[in-house]
């Protein structure tokens, strides 16, 4: 049965703190149980402040890196190496001091990889990955023990915004045109395939969140408030810190 969870911090670093020893123990659970543990990671800067808590945390090295399996929830679709994309955050912030197999990596392709700046193929290309990296038998993805997601001040969460043809989608994988926010063209995983997770994990830090984060608690719909949609197999686990969380709904008053 699905658990949902809502946590509050007092501040943004100790959110940051906290999620970052809470992963680092999931992880290790993971390994324990299959033998390796898959990660699907964000961006924005609550999580780069994670992945930073967890590359200085004296408890980082508990999880084998080497078999720690990596993917990401979006990226913006531009060259390698711009200070923009989600990967070259997270490798600044984290990945760079890890010893990770690069062979367990999958980012999502740059405009200037190999489908050039055909967003569409590179989304193909991406779901393809994903069947690939599948058990035998199973389907179009492979185990997520855990999907990390911010959340947007509009309610998104990786590359699904509200009323976008996104949100229609049914394939894992989609190329985002017309994007709200910049840069318009977006590769992203869509809501089906982030359900597909054992745990959802969804972060919010500071004032401008807590109408998103409010609604999406209040059960507001899915093409609405694409945060509202997210549903992990085991658990949603709502990260907030207090000004995030300053508009919960009645039931969850008692946190803040």
């Known amino acids: 049965m699905t658990q949902s969870k809502v946590v509050v911090h007092t501040e943004a670093r100790l959110l940051a703190e906290a999620a970052a020893a809470r992963l680092i123990v999931r992880l290790t659970d ?13 961006g924005g800067r609550i999580a780069a402040q994670i992945y930073q808590a967890i590359r200085e945390s004296p408890a980082r090295d508990a999880v084998d890196w080497s078999r720690v399996n990596l993917w990401w929830g979006d990226e913006r679709f531009l060259p390698s190496g711009d200070p923009e994309r989600n990967e070259t955050q997270a490798r600044a912030a984290l990945l760079d001091a890890l010893k990770l197999d690069p062979a367990r990596v999958h980012p ?28 035998p038998g199973s389907a179009e993805l492979p185990h997520f023990d855990v999907v990390l997601l911010g959340i947007g ?20 994988v989609s190329a985002v045109r017309g994007s709200p926010k910049p840069p318009p063209v977006r590769i992203t995983l869509t809501l089906p395939a982030i359900n597909t997770t054992d745990e959802a994990w ?8 807590a109408s998103a984060v409010g609604l999406a608690l209040a059960d507001a719909g899915p093409r609405q408030v694409p945060a509202a949609g997210v549903h992990g197999r085991d658990l949603t686990l709502w990260l907030l810190d207090s000004a995030a969380a300053h508009e919960l709904p009645p039931k969850f008053r008692s946190l803040v």
Do not use: C, N, W
């Open 30 to 42: 993971a390994q324990a149980e299959r033998g390796e543990a898959t990660l699907v990671l964000t």
């Open 108 to 135: 999502m392709a740059p405009s200037d990889g190999p489908d050039g700046t055909d967003a569409e193929a590179a989304a193909a290309r991406y779901a393809a990955e994903l069947a690939e990296a599948t058990r």
């Open 153 to 172: 001040e509009d309610g998104h969460v990786a590359s699904v915004f509200p009323e976008h043809p996104v949100t229609f989608e049914t394939r894992p």
């Open 202 to 209: 969804l972060i919010a830090s500071g004032s401008g969140k």
